[in-house]
């Protein structure tokens, strides 16, 4: 039974006020799709925008989570809220991110100022990227100017995730294999701060010296030329540097057009999301749901109906195309 | 202007009869999205199911290109019709994946039994996924009995890509840090192979353990203990144990229901996708087209509206809602 607007509207002043015990419950109604999160984030959404949100992303193995961590314990030292989601698309059949978190959090045990939170399973219809983005705005309502989102770098849905940032920082580390160059096409493109993490192995040098070349040919966008910062996460050296460099980023776009693009470039791509889900949950219900939806799938897999075929009998029964 | 009947008719039978620039031509329409495509598919897909997907994918480094190469040139020597398809989401930006294709093809080049693509972009509303998937069932179509999917295996796309395949490879190296265990927990559950590629490297000897020891977690699906091969692909070494491997897969396979559970679950997700976007083009064509979605889009990131609103007024607008 869905709650009543009273309810909701508390729900929502506790999230305004960062209750843990609020947000976490609202995080779960967002992962499972409950229809009172939609009333709760509606509610939420004037509360929102002004949280600075960085994306931080890499291969597997280059420290983002010590990285993430250093610079989330620099913001709390500077009195500011912060807010961490972790996004681990590499086990959708696990739930083995819970644990990931409970072992994280330790370190900021009794610190109501942070909140760290893992994403790994999604929907039968939704995306990773749309519950991350719902959690982000969340977490902005509840008032953390900082929030870090940490994901793999490869693959669309990350690159769906990155394009929620305000600023992208991409990490690398020496000594990932000579095919590294495979992941650098895309990853030049989305990244707006290069780091070059774990600087005290050997190859530091030379890994930033491939980089640079690369970077030079990058077009820059309103100015920006994408900086290298070096860190060693695990010894906490460059972290405030790096934490520099994005404050300069987005001063450097506080000024500009490209920050609201941005938004309304990312905006367009979740409304189309919510729309897709919104149509298909129509559909289906109105076709008999996921039984039917099964029943034509086995009849595909064998051959007995073909595809376009079962999509247009989906569509004439639920009464979305006459 | 859509093609006549006849001419997709005769366009069909090209691609039956294995017409190298029939087949490519149907490609770019697929990749375009064009009406054409969907009625040649739906003429062609009672003359598909024939093809055994084979789904290899793993980290960026682990020699999957060259790996691929050396099993359809394995097949070929055995008559066998083969298509390859590598998939690179890590690169939707940029047009690389064409040079890389001209250069895998000079191998093969005047093979009429061998065909090569590589899919790297997306469109404004399809996956990545969707389009391989369609690919494939042309390839298969068109009368290749094997049909090699390479993906670079991190990412909820990945995984929708490998879904597609009958066979699942994963490979990894020795050497590639130690966090690779962060890419296990999910592969492990997809994998029904799994290759130790340049297994004359240091550290193969304790990756195998380690895979093995992982392995001995994993529920069997059927009875089927997903084995470790070992190869060294540049020196062709391990390629036939490989591909014999894989053919007690399918064997193991053929005589169970698996297969069939297997290709019903793809052709769900399948028909999700296509209804999803199917809605997405009718919505968006009433309610103004892209440029309206654009300027809700902006209307949201300034926060005079919320998601919500914004996409309850595009499905009044499209009819689709009353």
Redesign the interface.
């Known amino acids: 039974m869905p709650l009543t607007v009273d309810a909701v509207e508390k729900w929502a002043e506790e999230v305004r006020g960062g209750s843990v015990r609020a947000v976490s419950r609202a995080i779960s109604a967002i992962e499972n799709h409950e229809p009172d999160a939609?009333e709760l984030?509606?509610r939420l959404?004037?509360a929102?925008?002004g949280a600075y949100l960085t994306g931080v992303t890499g291969?597997?193995?280059?420290?983002k989570s010590t990285l993430v961590d250093r610079l989330a314990a620099h913001y709390r030292k500077r009195q500011e809220q912060v807010g961490v989601i972790a996004v681990d698309?590499?086990?959708?059949?696990?739930g083995?991110a819970i644990l990931g978190d409970r072992i994280r959090m330790q370190g900021h045990a009794g610190d109501s100022g942070m909140f760290i939170r893992s994403m790994a399973t999604?929907g039968f219809?939704g995306?990773?990227a749309r519950t991350t983005a719902e959690v982000a705005l969340l977490l902005d309502a509840a008032g953390k100017k900082q929030i870090l989102i940490e994901t793999?770098g490869?693959?669309?849905?990350?690159?769906d995730i990155v394009r929620l940032a305000d600023c992208v920082l991409v990490v690398m580390v020496p000594?990932?294999?000579?095919?590294?160059q495979?992941?650098k096409?895309?990853?030049m493109?989305?990244g707006d701060i290069f780091v070059l993490n774990k600087a005290d192995r050997e190859g530091a040098e030379r890994l930033e010296q491939q980089l640079l070349a690369m970077l030079s040919l990058v077009t820059p966008r309103d100015s920006w030329h994408p900086p290298v910062v070096r860190t060693v996460a695990t010894e906490n050296k460059g972290v405030e540097e790096l934490a520099e460099t994005i404050g300069r980023f987005r001063a450097h776009f506080d000024s500009s057009q490209e920050r609201?693009r941005k938004?309304?470039?990312?905006?367009?791509q979740?409304?189309?999301e919510?729309?897709?889900?919104?149509?298909?949950e129509?559909?289906?219900r109105g076709a008999g749901g996921e039984a039917r939806?099964?029943e034509?799938?086995?009849a595909?897999?064998?051959?007995k109906i073909?595809?376009?075929?079962?999509?247009g009998e989906?569509?004439s029964q639920s009464g979305?195309?006459s």
């Open positions: 939609e984030l509606r959404f004037p929102t925008g291969a597997p193995g280059t420290g698309p590499t086990s959708p059949f696990t083995g999604r219809l995306g990773l793999v490869v693959g669309q849905d990350e690159v000594g990932l294999g000579d095919d590294i495979n992941m096409a895309g990853l493109e989305i609201m938004r309304a470039e990312h905006w367009k979740r409304l189309i919510m729309l897709g889900s919104r149509l298909l129509r559909a289906l939806l099964t034509l799938a086995r595909v897999a064998e051959r073909d595809p376009f075929a079962a999509v989906i569509l979305l195309e």
